[in-house]
T-cell receptor
Framework: NAGVTQTPKFRVLKTGQSMTLLCAQD?????MYWYRQDPGMGLRLIHY???????AKGEVPDGYNVSRLKKQNFLLGLESAAPSQTSVYFC????????????FGPGTRLTVT | AQSVTQPDIHITVSEGASLELRCNYS??????LFWYVQSPGQGLQLLLK??????LVQGIKGFEAEFKRSQSSFNLRKPSVHWSDAAEYFC????????????FGKGTKLSVKP
């Protein structure tokens, strides 16, 4: 049981490049979330999904897109990366009955130069 | 709007000493409250939660927290800190009616002196 995994662990992009971060969970959780963590800012919710095929915006959605084509996967896309998107990205998942009890992945450190 | 304040950015305690990390929240009704811990280079792990009922809640790793409505606080405590407790601690509030939208504080980094 791997829990929540994230791919890749590290990535460096140039401004304007695109990339996709993959989150996978094997706990059969209905809900999945993407957060970003910046120094001194805590975690902020980017997008979330309450089920396969559904997504919703969080607190800081601009510049990101997401897709949930399969229940176990939640993808976060950056279409045109900007230096302001340099951050550590965390994926989390939860059961629909206790959606605040979230299980987090190990994070992806993204640097945009 | 909901918000969470953790007044202490960094705290250092000696191993074996007691610990209290402060958390204040702003929310119109009784919130759902959480403490998460993040070890270096790791994701977050849930320590404990408060939904309703007994205002003193027990969590994992010997931690407890007390909800005080009059002070809008949810402080985390541990009677005797171990070196392995060195980590960053995040308080979070969940808005009733939302679908898991947690509002996190900025975190308190705990260092433990031998």
């Amino acid at each position: 049981n791997a829990g929540v995994t994230q791919t890749p662990k590290f990535r460096v992009l140039k401004t304007g490049q695109s990339m996709t971060l993959l989150c996978a969970q094997d706990m059969n959780h209905e809900y999945m979330y993407w957060y970003r963590q910046d120094p001194g800012m805590g975690l902020r919710l980017i997008h979330y999904s309450v089920g396969e095929g559904t997504t919703a915006k969080g607190e800081v959605p601009d510049g990101y897109n997401v897709s949930r084509l399969k229940k176990q996967n939640f993808l976060l896309g950056l279409e045109s990366a900007a230096p302001s998107q340099t951050s550590v990205y965390f994926c989390a998942s939860s059961y629909s009955g206790s959606f605040y009890e979230q299980y987090f992945g190990p994070g992806t450190r993204l640097t945009v130069t | 709007a909901q918000s969470v304040t953790q007044p202490d950015i960094h705290i250092t305690v000696s191993e074996g000493a007691s610990l209290e990390l402060r958390c204040n929240y702003s929310y119109g009704a009784t919130p759902y409250l959480f403490w998460y811990v993040q070890s270096p280079g790791q994701g977050l792990q849930l320590l404990l939660k408060y939904f309703s009922g007994d205002t003193l809640v027990q969590g994992i790793k010997g931690f407890e927290a007390e909800f005080k409505r009059s002070q809008s606080s949810f402080n985390l405590r541990k009677p005797s800190v171990h070196w392995s407790d060195a980590a960053e601690y995040f308080c979070a509030v969940g808005a009733r009616g939302s679908q898991g939208n947690l509002i996190f504080g900025k975190g308190t980094k705990l260092s433990v002196k031998p």
